[in-house]
């Protein structure tokens, strides 16, 4: 009887044990495995994006200094995406002022200058002058639509709804401007920019008409397929009593629009005692382009052409021009880049190297 007690007791203290194992040593177990799956330290996580962030900057600097403007852009985006430091905003501002995106580099500089705390008088400075600058070489252009409160997207990444209260600033260069607008036919045109131009465009949409009957609609049809093989070039100049032709075609005293058709076309501009310009142009199907022509005058080069024949090279202006860059050049080598090799300019623009 004894012994069976004994075995009784026993048997209890072994499921007592077997209880306490399961309810009390296996969750920690458990929790111990699930803390050991949990995510990386935040701060080891950050410490990564700077690491990524500074090898992308130092990418931006190498591919700079190379005059690779379009990939150095790349990689101080990609820096500024890791690790937003006002710094590389100042560098992002530099390509696209470099790459003659003056409305993106206006843009980022304005940015660069509210975000940054500290910034030496000198460079704001400096800042504020490109700005100005950039400012006063870009196209300044009005955008009136009919009917209004149409929606305007310049270059895909512009957006506005007319009417605009002010001209909105672009960069020298062609821009694509669409207008949309519900109950409308969309209107696609490419616009000529040139620097320090003011210009007004003016698009008219034409409302979408209901169709009805096959005879209606097929009309319709015809038309619109017409339109689409059809395209308009629009040509200005800014020099008095100038002359445009299309393709060797009838010479028209500009301002003056050429409907074409659709493809390539060689458009010429011409005036007396100036030198002919003379541009090729892609035309789309129902596509209107402005094109804006600045001629120069055969006097100025004629002249210039006459003072340097008959001298010796070593006596020629352009002789000691070349001389001139190559001694600048050797001298400014290093972070410094002359603002005249890009946009114009008499000072030095610093690239930041260091990302702080």
């Known amino acids: 009887m004894r012994n069976k007690n004994e075995k009784l007791v026993k048997a209890k203290l072994i499921l007592a044990i077997l209880f306490i194992f399961m309810f009390l040593i296996m969750p920690c177990k458990i929790y111990s495995q699930s803390q050991n799956q949990t995510p990386q330290n935040p701060a080891q996580e950050n410490e990564k994006s700077k690491v990524k962030a500074e090898e992308a900057f130092k990418r931006g600097v190498e591919l700079f200094n190379q005059e690779k403007y379009v990939g150095a852009l790349e990689e101080f985006r990609k820096s500024y995406a890791l690790a937003p430091k006002p710094l590389v905003l100042y560098n992002i501002g530099i390509c696209q002022y470099f790459l003659f995106q003056y409305e993106s580099s206006i843009e980022t500089f304005k940015k660069y200058l509210l975000e940054a705390k500290k910034i030496p008088p000198d460079k704001r400075k400096k800042v504020e002058e490109l700005i100005k600058e950039m400012e006063s070489k870009s196209a300044k252009v009005t955008i009136v639509t009919e009917p209004a409160e149409a929606n305007v997207m310049i270059d895909g990444k512009i957006s506005l709804t007319t009417p605009v209260k002010e001209p909105v600033i672009l960069g020298p260069g062609e821009h694509k401007v669409e207008v949309k607008k519900d109950g409308y036919n969309s209107s696609i045109q490419s616009v000529v920019l040139t620097e320090g131009m003011t210009k007004t465009i003016e698009i008219r949409l034409e409302k ?30 800014s020099s008095p009593d100038a002359f445009g032709s299309i393709d060797g075609g009838e010479k028209r005293k500009l301002p003056a629009e050429f409907e074409v058709t659709a493809g390539k076309h060689i458009v010429k501009v011409e005036a007396e005692g100036m030198i002919p310009e003379i541009k090729e142009i892609s035309v789309s ?48 080598a290093g972070i410094y880049f002359g603002v005249s090799q890009r946009g114009g300019g008499g000072s030095n623009i610093i690239l930041e190297v260091h990302p702080k």
């Open 285 to 332: 199907g129902g596509q209107e382009i402005f094109l804006d022509v600045s001629l120069k005058s055969k006097g100025k080069e004629a002249q210039k052409e006459g003072v340097e024949k008959g001298k010796p090279f070593y006596k020629s202006a352009w002789f000691w021009s070349v001389i001139g860059v190559v001694v600048a050049g050797g001298a400014g």
């Open 208 to 237: 979408i008409l209901e169709e009805k009957g096959t005879e209606t609609k097929g009309v319709a049809e015809n038309a619109k397929g017409a339109d689409l093989k059809k395209g308009v070039i629009s040509v200005s100049s």
